[in-house]
């Protein structure tokens, strides 16, 4: 390939200040050096004496400007920021009580526009107001590497999740805003085939006040505990919480680390 873009250039320099028949020549000497066909060899020796063409990028005029989208996040944050599949099928219903409420003051154009938006658009045009209100560095899982390889990740192969029994397992953090010190938790435990959920508070996210709370589910549940699922936080990877479900012949699995979506 190299040597054929060697060629390329060195031909198209003669090729571009040649006649017609010499043109003709520089092609079929062209083509028979690198094996293209005569249309594309000319095109090539062309492109080459001309230099690079620029790439020209397609600007697509837009369609919604702030005429839509400042109404549009107006609405959204009134309904407490709901998704636009939810919004989109009562936007017409929305924008005409807003309107006669004298929330909004909307042209004709605009009007239209705003009230035949899809779904998709809706979440694209407000993505950015939905990043100013993300919060980062929030989450208070610390994982237990140590004792990570006794506890398998789970596969959905694994469980019989027509079977009741099988708990996806978490804790809920109740900091007020800031992550800082002890405060108190709510471990979530979710039956995966009856959807039964039970819920316990505990001071924070020691092992000690964890497990307990486990073994207390345990002991209220109306079917046998058949496995549990965390994340991969030291709270739950521990030495008593292996050894009881190993005692009990729960199985116990993990999710895959930095895998949030997979409880």
């Excluded at 062209?30 to 062309?46: I, K, M, P, Q």
């Excluded at 790439?55 to 996040?73: D, F, H, I, N, S």
């Excluded at 009007?111 to 560095?137: F, M, N, Q, Y």
Aim: aromatic share 8%; with cysteine.
């Amino acid at each position: 390939m190299r040597e054929k873009k060697a060629v390329t250039r060195e031909l198209s320099k003669r090729y571009r200040r040649g006649k017609k028949k010499e043109k003709a020549a520089i092609l079929d000497e062209f083509c028979r050096l690198t094996g293209y066909n005569r249309s594309y060899a000319a095109r090539a020796l062309r492109r080459s004496s001309s230099g690079p063409r620029p790439a020209r990028k397609r600007v697509r005029a837009r369609t919604y400007g702030p005429e839509v989208t400042q109404p549009l996040v107006k609405i959204w944050a009134t309904l407490d920021g709901i998704c636009g599949k939810r919004l989109a099928p009562f936007l017409p219903e929305i924008v005409t009580v807003m309107e006669r409420c004298g929330e909004l003051i909307l042209s004709e154009e605009a009007r239209v526009r705003l009230t035949h938006v899809s779904a998709p658009t809706i979440d694209r045009l407000l993505a950015g107001e939905r990043k100013k209100l993300e919060i980062k560095g929030r989450s208070g899982t610390k994982p237990g590497t140590l004792l990570r390889h006794q506890v398998p990740v789970r596969t959905f192969s694994e469980w019989d999740e027509a079977r009741p029994g099988f708990f996806e397992i978490d804790l809920v953090s109740h900091d007020g805003g800031s992550s800082r010190g002890d405060f108190a938790q709510t471990l979530d435990m979710v039956d995966v085939a009856s959807a039964w959920t039970e819920t316990r508070a505990v001071k924070n996210k020691a092992q000690k006040w964890v497990f307990e709370a486990i073994q207390e589910v345990e002991g209220v549940l109306p079917f046998p505990m058949l496995g549990i699922d965390s994340d991969n936080g030291s709270e739950f990877i521990n030495h008593h919480l292996i050894r009881y479900c190993e005692a009990g012949e729960i199985t116990f699995t993990r999710a895959r680390p930095y895998r949030k979506n997979d409880s």
